[in-house]
């Protein structure tokens, strides 16, 4: 039974560029929610995605964006980047019909670095 | 919206000694708190859990309490070992606002063998 994975593991980009980002959930788990976790700090909450649509949005700007795919897959984008973005980004899968009281499983991250 | 947080932010403590980390929050409205434990370079992975109905829950050396009437739950490990040192994070959920969780900061608990 395979979690959460994420694509690609690592990846290095300049200002100003764009960038997607890949998740596909836990089997059986049609909710996604993307994190943005800064080296020593918490995840914080961008959005999440449930039934192809965004169902709640974090305090990110319209620079974040995301999609989800009939099979449940998401993807995050982020377009012009800043140095600030430079942090790990975690997908997080919830089971069906997910209410906010059950755990959220982890993918490993993407490690996003800005130059 | 909901605010977490968690105190200390480093811990040290000897292998076999106890280890307590501390969280609060502010929705009284939250009723599910789960604890995640991060090894560097590693997904965070759930621990433990516990919602608002009970006050306790043990699993093998590891139990969090929830102290509804002043917002604060805590984390207790007990026996500690060298593979307990890792990042640990609680978490709550705001349910007025959203499905998601709320992270506190995070605590660097090291073990000394």
């Known amino acids: 039974d395979a979690g959460v994975t994420q694509s690609p593991t690592h990846l290095i980009k300049t200002r100003g560029q764009q960038v997607t980002l890949r998740c596909s959930p836990k089997?059986?788990?049609?909710?996604v929610s993307w994190y943005q976790q800064a080296l020593g700090q918490g995840p914080q909450f961008i959005f999440q995605y449930y039934e192809e649509e965004e169902r709640q949005r974090g305090n990110f700007p319209d620079r974040f964006s995301g999609h989800q795919f009939p099979n449940y897959s998401s993807e995050l984008n982020v377009n012009a980047l800043l140095l600030g973005d430079s942090a790990l980004y975690l997908c997080?899968?919830?089971?069906?019909?997910?209410?906010?009281?059950?755990?959220?499983?982890f993918g490993d991250g993407t490690r996003l670095s800005i130059l | 919206g909901e605010n977490v947080e968690q105190h200390p932010s480093t811990l040290s403590v000897q292998e076999g000694d106890s280890a307590v980390i501390k969280c609060t929050y502010s929705d009284s409205a939250s009723n599910y708190f789960p604890w995640y434990k991060q090894e560097l370079g590693k997904r965070p992975q759930l621990i433990i859990d516990?919602?608002?109905?009970?006050g306790e829950k043990k699993d093998q050396r590891i139990a969090v309490t929830l102290n509804k009437t002043a917002k604060h739950f805590s984390l207790h490990i007990t026996e500690t070992q060298p593979e307990d040192s890792a990042v640990y994070f609680c978490a709550a959920n705001s349910p007025a606002f959203s499905t998601n969780f709320v992270f506190g900061p995070g605590t660097r608990l090291s073990v000394l063998p």
């Open positions: 997080a899968s919830s089971p069906k019909e997910y209410r906010g009281n059950q755990p959220q499983h």
């Open positions: 516990i919602r608002s109905n009970v």
């Open positions: 089997s059986g788990h049609d909710t």
